[in-house]
């Protein structure tokens, strides 16, 4: 019997989930950015082999919320955590364990699932700094295994993998094989703008800020698939910054985004963005659900992708 399931990856905020994620599908699936809580969603990637299939769920950072997306966030992860087959707590290896990395320790090893401690970005540290965190999680045997990994580099990633097959229980897979995965375009196109929007701001504005596809427009091919975006501020002073000199920024970024959907879906594209000002849109109940309405649609009801919103 081949085998089948889904893994949990979770970690404090930039642990190196999405990157870890990407590669080990070999495809872009998850944004990633040096920008803490970059994933707001779970991001779901099927890896599909010889062996069966693997159904990865990345997870936000777990951290102290204190907005009603972050609530999202966290409760995001925590309901990863219960649903896995298998658990991977990510832990930042060139960071000090500290009272966060504690809380989140405790918390996974409450869990029933089988658990591995992957132990990421050992190309960061040195080895004598190492040996003592492979210590740490491996005492009282809270894990079934314990990996050191570079998610950047891929060393030891392969490791991963087989010790996730061998803790996989049997069965058949849950997705077609050719699937990548579930998530529609309409929410990837969303992510990848707001990488490049990660990209160009500092401070606080990446925690405030968010995009929302607001048209949808498929003339047909050759000619240009039109977008048009909006992305989301809190205050006019951010509106401003995001603007720029000019409309330099906004036009950095909407050059940045149009060539990186070229490249993922193939085809030219007009890239209409524009910044738009929703003061507390992170307190908002129907913002949030409009900006998760393609993330959690199920395949039938998503919005045909060559028809407006």
């Known amino acids: 019997m081949p085998r089948s399931g889904t893994v949990a990856l979770v970690g404090r905020p930039n642990a190196g989930k999405s990157t870890l994620l990407n590669r080990l599908l070999a495809e872009k699936v998850a944004i990633v950015s040096d920008k803490p809580q970059t994933t707001r969603q779970r991001i779901i990637g099927v890896l599909t082999a010889p062996a069966g299939q693997i159904v990865f769920h990345d997870t936000p950072g777990i951290h102290k919320p204190l907005h009603q997306l972050n609530r999202r966030m966290v409760r995001e992860a925590t309901e990863a955590l219960e649903e896995a087959d298998v658990v991977c707590l990510l832990v930042d290896v060139a960071q000090s364990f500290g009272h966060g990395d504690a809380f989140l320790l405790d918390l996974v090893t ?14 960061l540290v040195a080895k004598p700094k190492l040996l003592p965190e492979i210590a740490r999680y491996a005492e ?25 097959w061998r803790l996989l229980p049997e069965g058949e897979p849950a997705f ?12 990837l196109v969303t992510e990848r703008i707001r990488e490049k929007v990660l990209e160009a701001t500092r401070d ?36 401003r910054i995001l603007v720029g000199k000019g409309g330099a920024t906004i036009g950095a970024i909407g050059k940045a985004a149009r060539l990186d959907l070229e ?17 507390d849109w992170r307190e908002n109940p129907r913002l949030l659900a409009e900006l998760d309405r393609d993330l959690h649609a199920a395949a039938g009801e998503l919005p045909a992708l060559g028809e407006d919103d």
């Open 176 to 187: 077609d094989a050719e699937l990548l995965t579930p998530h529609s375009e309409r929410f």
């Open 204 to 239: 606080e504005l990446p925690f405030t800020t968010a995009v929302l596809l607001e048209r949808w427009e498929d003339p047909g091919e050759p000619r240009a698939l039109r977008l048009y975006a909006a992305i989301l501020v809190e205050r006019e002073s951010q509106k």
């Open 140 to 164: 009282g045997d809270r894990f079934a295994a314990i990996v050191p990994i570079s998610a950047t580099t891929g060393d030891g990633c392969d490791r991963l993998l087989d010790e996730l």
């Open 263 to 279: 490249e993922f879906l193939e085809r030219k594209v007009f890239l209409d963005l524009h910044v738009r000002c929703e003061p």
């Open 110 to 123: 409450r869990v029933r699932q089988p658990r591995v401690a992957v132990l990421n970005k050992i190309d």
